[in-house]
């Protein structure tokens, strides 16, 4: 009675890891097979996976990676800032001349990266659209 055909009649799902999707998201590539790029526009995730074939559409990251990307900058930037405002004292038009393009550029340097790492994990999790049946991940596109 080990084996789960027999016990629940279907043959269990093939095991998904966060991390390694969360990873290959993190790095905006699919994360299925970690071959194919993950967004067809800044943040615009592609239809599908040009490697490997899978269904992109079905993920649902909303508002998480704005809110974690603005939680991850602000926690560097805020201390860097105060610091820097401690130490050296510089006139209020240089901070701002620094620390506003610098907070754009990490900020839009994150954002994508985040939202892959969104996507990996609801991949993983076969959350929303990813729920269907696993692809070969090793099979030509
Ligand atoms: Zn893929």
Wanted: charge should be neutral; charged fraction near 15%.
């Amino acid at each position: 009675m080990d084996d789960p055909v027999e016990q629940f009649g279907a043959a269990p799902a093939a095991q998904r890891s966060w991390l390694r999707a969360m990873g290959r998201g993190l790095r905006k590539r699919c994360p299925q097979c970690g071959r194919g790029g993950l967004f067809a526009g800044y943040i615009r995730t592609a239809d599908a996976c040009p490697a490997c074939g899978l269904d992109l559409t079905g993920h649902r990251t909303d508002d998480a990676p704005p809110y974690v990307t603005v939680m991850i900058v602000g926690h560097l930037a805020i201390p860097i800032a105060l610091a820097v405002r401690q130490l050296a004292e510089p006139p209020l038009w240089l901070q701002f001349a620094i620390w506003l393009p610098a907070i754009a550029i990490a900020t839009f340097w994150t954002l994508p990266a985040v939202k892959g790492a969104f996507v990996g994990l609801q991949w993983a999790n076969r959350m929303h659209g990813f729920a269907g049946a696993d692809a070969d991940p090793t099979a030509d596109a």
